[in-house]
């Protein structure tokens, strides 16, 4: 079994302590970190809290039934003004569409309105006649936090408890709160950074509540700024996504997410060039904390990739270039599609369909 094989969830094991949310529907939360690839080795993983106890044959079996979701996938990214849904089948995306939201019903990442927002997936699913099992959600980036975490000897015994401790340390976060993965940047080299990402599980069940009251079954729920990595088709990349509520900006390093920031945007600011001019900001600040992070610049040949409904043209793409100096590059995903489909403003979408089995 390949490394990339063992590192099958972020969310794997907690699927248990979901179904007192919703009993009907077996969610499995799988692959939380697909962009992670065969090169890296999982040295450890901690949940305080989480039903791991249960033993591995409960993982197994849904490694399992996921292996045997073949053919047609169904996605579906929320955020607060627009649902968009997905048809993909054979590598082949089929159909999709977009619908308005009013910004009620999703904020800051969070399902604000579960019955609601319920009613309206449901209603959309039976108008286009979408299967209703094996489907692929994104959950927002905002309610996620991930850090670089140097070992203070490549023998440290207690591996787990001294990144949660400098996880809850660096990011304030309470443990017990979350779901905690991490893996080593480079075992190979032995170095003793291992990358570490905290979620929280607030957001995680309100997701998962939304679709059971849909009556809709999940098979996966992934973060935005993940299914985005997964998506670009580029091992090394700087990816900045714009929609009017909030921006994310990852570096893909080695197809590692090393850094990933998600931010909300001002509800009242609705012009596209204020929003531009922010994304730039933050493409420019996230260049330096990385720098600070790994203690040494990216290395300018990586290609900036743009993508969201408010990130398109070509005044915006040469802005950052001239910016940054850093190449322009664009999102090549290993799928077919129609020469009408709007790929950058799907391209979270097509990362869930593109989710490894």
């Not at 800051?108 to 099992?133: C, E, M, S, T």
């Not at 059971?212 to 996504?241: F, M, Q, S, W, Y």
Request: glycine share 6%.
């Amino acid at each position: 079994m390949s490394p990339f094989a063992r590192w099958k969830s972020l969310f794997e094991r907690t699927s248990a302590s979901l179904r007192a949310h919703q009993p009907n529907v077996p969610v499995r939360l799988r692959q939380i970190l697909a962009p992670v690839r065969q090169r890296l080795q999982v040295v450890a993983e901690h949940q305080p809290g989480s039903p791991a106890s249960e033993g591995a044959s409960r993982v197994a079996q849904a490694v399992s039934l996921a292996r045997g979701t073949k053919g047609t996938r169904v996605t579906v990214d929320l955020s607060p003004d627009a649902i968009r849904l997905l048809e993909m089948s054979q590598q082949r995306v089929t159909r999709w569409w977009s619908f308005e939201l009013d910004g009620a019903f999703v904020r800051d990442g969070l399902v604000v309105q579960p019955a609601a927002l319920a009613g309206i997936l449901n209603q959309k699913f039976r108008q286009l006649q979408l299967p209703r099992h094996g489907i692929l959600a994104a959950l927002s980036g905002v309610q996620a936090h991930s850090t670089i975490v140097d070992l203070p000897s490549a023998r440290y015994r207690d591996v787990g408890r001294y990144v949660e401790e400098e996880v809850e340390r660096r990011l304030g976060l309470a443990m017990e709160d979350c779901y905690l993965h991490w893996v080593s940047l480079a075992p190979a080299r032995r170095e003793r950074d291992v990358f570490a990402c905290a979620v929280r599980r607030e957001p995680v069940q309100a997701l998962a509540e939304t679709f059971t009251e849909a009556n809709l079954e999940l098979r996966a729920i992934d973060l935005k700024p993940l299914a985005l990595a997964r998506a670009v088709g580029c091992r090394d990349a700087i990816i900045a996504h714009l929609e009017g509520f909030g921006l994310d900006i990852i570096i893909v390093q080695a197809d590692l997410p090393l850094l990933i920031r998600s931010l909300p945007l001002d509800r009242g600011v609705l012009d596209r060039e204020a929003l531009q001019d922010r994304l730039l900001r933050e493409v420019e600040r996230s260049l330096l904390m990385y720098a600070d992070l790994r203690e040494r610049p990216l290395d300018p040949s990586v290609p900036l990739v743009l993508s969201g409904s408010l990130a398109s043209g070509i005044a915006l793409a040469e802005r950052l270039r001239a910016a940054i100096r850093h190449p322009l590059g664009r999102p090549e995903p290993p799928i077919e599609y129609p020469p009408e489909f709007p790929l950058t403003d799907f391209l979270v979408n097509v990362g869930l369909a593109l989710k490894s089995s």
